[in-house]
């Protein structure tokens, strides 16, 4: 009996995913692309709503902000579900809010109002809010510490599989709906003509999120039939147990004390306004660049995500032989270099720059995730929430340069997610300078 526990304890610590947690794994991975659909999708309402209510690039960017800012506020109450109650509870939660914000695209699309389309972007970012606070550590969990983040990148390796699909949705289902009258075409309209216009642009925007409803709702059911194991369902971290009172300040004190994690938070908050920055606008920079009409713009997005997908697995082979936090460090550099090359030299070689980026961004996300967690142990899922939190970057910075296309234009914006690129590398190098990194 003691020999079979010894080899059981050496399979477990040998696995990159615990036998018990294989199920659970490839479940969790169909949630990493369903978050990645959502946002995606999301990103070509930038230029959709601003053409259908006739606003100007700041007050459509209000779109990322009701989605990034739902990050920023569930982020917190998702790591007390997860401390009170697992993992599961927390992917559960998350999964059923995303539904409900899904569904809500329908009254909106009826009511054709902008405000409730905020609304419906909020619960539904809501909901991946807590998903994404529940699964990426989840994931963590899954197996040794010491594979922890390469795990993490290969889940995360499936995100752009869902970002490229989304982004298929948008340009086959929304953009080809969109009417091809201007801005000052739609003032001139009759009220009743432009009204049915817009119905039909509004109902072209709600249907592939309806669409994504349904799909939630048959992987909600999958999860909630997954049975774990009893330690991993209790804690979510193997052999820590939640504790009935939670002391958040002490929590807190412990976390900002550590400088990986301290400034992790930082750096995930300009690498996701990179990210949402590089890619809301890039439909604008192609159109600003080449003409041509979204559906065509489109096409440059789609390229970027599917270099996005590919790199995503490469970076993960990549950490096998390299240490992340050298390659974090470079890839934010040559992000860094590419967005500056796009502002200064507009044209086709500036939009190839564009879509370069996103292999540099491919890495990034996980990889600071999985360092700023790195040894965090009881206060791990707390830490999460507070990296998910940081996803308002996603939220401001697109804002940023938003105002900064209405001014200077679409062109000389991209020096916004260029300096972002400059902290996430100042971060890489940071953590160059500790070997578990």
Do not use: H
């Not at 990889?367 to 700023?372: D, Q, R, S």
Request: charged share 10%; glycine share 8%; hydrophobic share 55%.
């Amino acid at each position: 009996m003691k020999n079979q526990n010894t080899a059981s304890q050496k399979t477990m610590s040998s696995s990159f995913v615990y036998p018990n947690m294989r199920l659970a794994f490839v479940l969790l991975i169909t949630c990493f692309a369903a978050w990645g659909v959502a946002a995606n999708m999301t990103d070509p309402l930038v230029k959709v709503f601003s053409k259908i209510f006739t606003m100007s690039t700041l007050e459509s960017a209000l779109v990322q902000f009701a989605y990034y800012g739902a990050y920023f506020c569930l982020a917190l109450p998702a790591a007390f579900i997860n401390a009170r109650y697992s993992y599961k509870a927390g992917v559960l939660t998350g999964l059923g809010l995303a539904i409900l914000g899904a569904f809500t695209f329908y009254p909106a699309s009826v009511s054709m109002t902008y405000g409730f389309f905020l609304v419906a972007l909020f619960i539904l970012a809501a909901g991946l809010s807590i998903l994404e606070t529940s699964a990426n550590p989840f994931v963590m969990t899954m197996g040794p510490e010491s594979s922890g983040t390469r795990r993490l990148n290969l889940a995360q390796a499936f995100n752009p599989v869902g970002t490229n699909l989304g982004v298929f949705l948008a340009a086959t289902l929304i953009l080809p709906n969109l009417n091809p009258a201007t801005a000052e075409q739609r003032a001139s309209m009759a009220p009743d003509m432009l009204r049915s216009i817009q119905t039909m642009e509004l109902k072209a925007v709600m249907t592939p999120y309806v669409g994504m409803a349904f799909v939630l709702v048959i992987i909600w059911l999958l999860i909630f039939l997954m049975r774990l194991p009893k330690s991993q369902v209790d804690a979510g971290v193997t052999g820590v147990k939640p504790v009935p009172e939670i002391d958040f300040v002490a929590i807190f004190r412990r976390l900002i004390a550590k400088g990986q994690y301290r400034w992790g938070v930082v750096a995930q908050f300009f690498n996701v306004a990179a990210q949402t920055c590089t890619w809301t606008f890039t439909i604008q920079y192609v159109q600003k660049t080449l003409g041509g009409s979204e559906v065509n713009a489109s096409d440059y997005l789609q390229y970027s995500l599917i270099i996005f997908l590919v790199s995503r697995f490469v970076m993960t082979w990549l950490m096998g032989f390299f240490r992340p936090a050298v390659l974090l460090a470079i890839l934010a550099l040559m992000g860094s270099l590419l967005c500056l090359y796009a502002a200064l030299v507009p044209g086709l070689s500036g939009i190839w720059a564009i879509v370069a980026v996103s292999a540099c961004l491919s890495l990034m996300f996980p990889t600071i995730y999985g360092i700023a967690l790195n040894g965090l142990g009881q206060d791990t899922k707390f830490g999460s929430a507070g990296l998910v939190m940081a996803i308002l970057g996603g939220a401001i910075m697109p804002l940023v340069q938003g105002a900064v296309i209405d001014v200077y234009g679409e062109v000389v914006s991209y020096v916004v997610p260029a300096i972002c690129f400059l902290v996430v590398a100042g971060y890489g190098f940071f953590t160059m300078k500790k070997a578990q990194y």
